[in-house]
C-alpha cells in the first residue's frame, strides 16, 4: 500500500467500494466513512474522532479501530446473518455508540453475532456505551450482537447498555460469558392498540 492517509471530514458520506491499503492513519471526524462489502479498509489505525465508521454487509477489517466519545461505529445488515469480521483490536471509549442497522424485513439472528472480533483480547469498552438495535421486527428472545475471544478490556460488559431500539418494545444487553458475547435479551413486545372493525364508537366494557 502506499503511504498516504484519510481524512473525513464535513457532513455526508464517503463509501469505499474496493480494496484501500495504505501505511497511513484513518481519522474521521465528521460525517459517515462506509466501507461495503466487496471493500476494505487497510490502515495503520482508525481513528472515530466523530461521525460514524460504518460496515456494510460482510466484509472484514483488518486494521485495530478506536471509537471516542460522540462518535459511533455502525455495522448495516442488509442481508441475514450477515458477519463483520474485525481481525483487530475494536475500542470503545466511554461516551461512544454503537449502532446495529436492520434493513427492511431483516431480523436479528439468535445464533450469528453480525460483529464478531476475533483478536485475542481484542474487544476492550470503558465507561459508558451506548448500543442501538434498529430494527423493525424484534421478537422476545436472546440474540448475540458481538463475539469477542479472551477477556473484555477497559470496564468489561457492563460498559454497553442499551439506548434505542423499536417501539414498542423493552429489553436490556448482556454480557454472556458462557458464549462469549455480547447479547441483546428483548423481554417485552407490546403492539400499540388497533382499531380494525367496529360501528365508529369505542366500547371499553363500562
Known sequence: ??????????????IIQRSASYLGATR?????????GLGSLVSNT???????????????????????????????????????LCNSNLTFNAGSTL???????IVPSATVAPLQVTGTDGLSASGTVTVDVL???????????????GTLGGSG???????????HAAGYISNNVDNS??????????QPLRWA??????????
Open 1 to 14: 500500500g502506499s503511504s498516504g492517509s484519510i481524512d473525513k471530514m464535513g457532513p455526508g458520506t464517503v
Open 99 to 105: 449502532q446495529f442497522v436492520y434493513s427492511n424485513t
Open 46 to 84: 482508525i481513528s472515530v474522532y466523530g461521525g460514524t465508521l460504518a460496515f456494510a454487509g460482510p466484509s472484514t477489517n483488518p486494521s485495530p479501530v478506536t471509537v471516542y466519545s460522540g462518535a459511533a461505529n455502525q455495522i448495516i445488515l442488509d442481508v441475514a446473518d450477515t458477519r463483520v
Open 181 to 190: 458475547s455480547i447479547d441483546l435479551v428483548v423481554t417485552n413486545i407490546t
Open 135 to 149: 430494527c423493525g421486527a424484534l421478537s422476545l428472545g436472546q440474540y448475540p450482537l458481538i463475539t469477542y475471544v
Open 28 to 36: 474521521i471526524y465528521e460525517g459517515t466513512l462506509q466501507v461495503d
Open 157 to 167: 460488559g457492563t460498559a454497553f447498555t442499551l439506548g434505542t431500539i423499536e417501539p
Open 197 to 206: 372493525v367496529g360501528n365508529a364508537f369505542w366500547d371499553i366494557g363500562l
